[in-house]
C-alpha cells in the first residue's frame, strides 16, 4: 500500500511541477500575443478536453509530462499568421522558451524561503 501511495504522490507532484513549467510557457506566449493551440497536461489520448477563447485545455492518459502547442511551432511553410510562432520575433521566442525553466527556478525558491 505504501508504494502505491508513493508512486500517486510522486505522480501528483509531477504533474504539479509540469503545470508550473508549462505555465511559464503559456503565460509568456500570451503576453507576446503568439497564437496557442493548446495547454496540456499528460501525454496519449485526451480524457478531457475543453476549448476556451480558441485554446483547447486538455487532460491525457499518460501523467508523465505536458505540452503547450503553439500555432506554427513547428511548420516547415511559411505562415501568414503573424501571430505564429515562428514569425515572433526572436526575443519573443527566447523569452517564450525561457518562460518553463524560469517557472521551475521560481517555483523551488519559494518552496525552498517561504
Not at 504539479?16 to 496557442?36: N, P, Q, S, T
Not at 495547454?39 to 475543453?50: D, E, R
Not at 476556451?52 to 511559411?78: C, H, M, T, W
Request: aromatic fraction near 12%.
Amino acid at each position: 500500500m505504501n508504494t502505491v501511495l508513493g508512486i500517486i504522490g510522486g505522480l501528483l507532484l509531477l504533474t504539479f511541477l509540469v503545470v508550473a513549467h508549462e505555465y511559464g510557457h503559456f503565460r509568456v506566449g500570451k503576453a507576446c500575443d503568439m497564437r496557442i493551440e493548446e495547454f496540456a497536461v499528460g501525454f496519449g489520448p485526451k480524457l478531457f478536453s475543453k476549448i476556451k477563447n480558441g485554446i483547447r485545455y486538455s487532460i491525457r492518459a499518460l501523467p508523465l509530462g505536458g505540452f503547450v502547442q503553439f500555432y506554427g511551432e513547428d511548420a516547415q511553410e511559411v505562415l501568414e499568421e503573424p501571430r505564429a510562432f515562428n514569425n515572433r520575433p526572436i526575443w519573443q521566442r527566447f523569452l517564450t522558451l525561457l518562460a518553463g525553466p524560469a517557472m521551475n527556478i521560481l517555483l523551488a525558491f519559494l518552496l525552498t524561503v517561504g
